[in-house]
């Protein structure tokens, strides 16, 4: 596995949000050998080589920057190939962890399953916030018409894969876990309801502040709420390169006394952060699937989020949350308005959420999928020895 994710190779004790050590030795329970390969910065204190459990192994990349993880993952994953025989290679996304991949499957004649996590190609939201990434958008897809098989998360995603000539028969759809026991059994909400008795209402952000995020939806939705109610809190948790802008947006829409950054905090403490609100919101222009909305779910409050990928395969309409229109911040903020008018509905529409979450979420069942997949793609290649010709690879 060729993973972006820092998370899995830190070590015991570090910071970091996620539950991805979690989920890799999970998988391990179902595999001879899980080998990962992940980006990290060049830090030998907080990241290190590492093994998970009896049969799972974390190398860190420490690496420069992303791009150059492409050929330190290529390099790592070289050496594990020479010395192991090696099944099937998977990547968790199809850019810079996917070309390093489809290296490997080329120079050791391996099967590649490459994970759409985001949806990102050919979505004009995740265009247009960088040139480059028109870029990237052709080197995604030259990725994946060249994978074996590709992992997505969400319908839309699939949707979308299939739009760009890939046959259905080669995209399995299995989301991300999520420990939701963590959440809905969280403890230490009432300790942050205490810290923000002067407000009625707490709305709930967490995530990477961050221009896809699109948290200035939120803060112009804040600022039609804050009219009718104005003991209503909008607690932001989360860090990012888009702080400082939105801090002077919250002050120039006059909403900075109902507006808190709480900053980044640990993933420990999050679920107490889920129990302190009552309405959570996403109001992201593009995700993959977004994990925040299962958690939240998972936490039992009622969840609005933007028309994105993944928001229509948790969320049904009315029954377990909301979904209102990208970009729509009055859309927005008559859900929002509507919740807080309505506590009753507001607690059943959480309830309902929770029941879902808890129905639909387990990780034995999740990591049994992972390798369904993969032994599903190495029938394909066994069964198939034109499939390379008929992919044009």
Known sequence: MISCDPSAAVVEGG???????????????????????????????????????????????????????????????????????????????????????????????????????????????????????????????????????????????????????????????LPIYIDVKKFSDARGGEEIRRRFSHYDNIVLFVGRLAKEKNIPNLLKAAAIVIKKFPRTLFLIVGDGPEREKLERLAKELQIENNVVFEGLIEHDRLPAYYKACDVFVLPSDHEGRAMVLVEAMAAGRAVISTEVSGADDVIQEGKTGFIVPVGNHKALADKLRYLIENPSLRIEVGRKAQEFALETQDIKSNAMLQRKIYETLLEIIENDPLADNRRGC
């Open 15 to 173: 910071r970091h949000i996620g539950n991805l050590q979690q989920r890799l030795v999970e998988y391990g329970r179902h595999l001879d050998y899980l080998y990962c390969v992940t980006y990290t910065p060049k830090d030998r204190a907080l990241y290190k080589r590492q093994k998970l459990s009896d049969n799972v192994e974390v190398f860190p990349s420490l690496s420069r920057n992303i791009v150059f993880f492409t050929w330190d993952a290529y390099r790592i994953a070289s050496e594990i190939c020479r010395h192991d025989d090696i099944d099937v290679i998977t990547t968790q996304d199809p850019i810079f962890c996917g070309i390093a991949g489809l290296a490997l499957k080329y120079r050791y004649r391996k099967p590649l399953l490459v994970q759409v996590h985001g949806d990102s190609l050919d979505n004009k939201y995740w265009l247009r916030e960088r040139r480059v990434r028109y870029l990237l958008n052709v080197v995604g897809k030259f990725v994946l018409r060249r994978a074996d098989g590709i992992r997505v998360v969400s319908e839309r995603v699939k949707k979308r894969i299939m739009d760009m000539g890939i046959a259905e028969e080669r995209i399995f759809k």
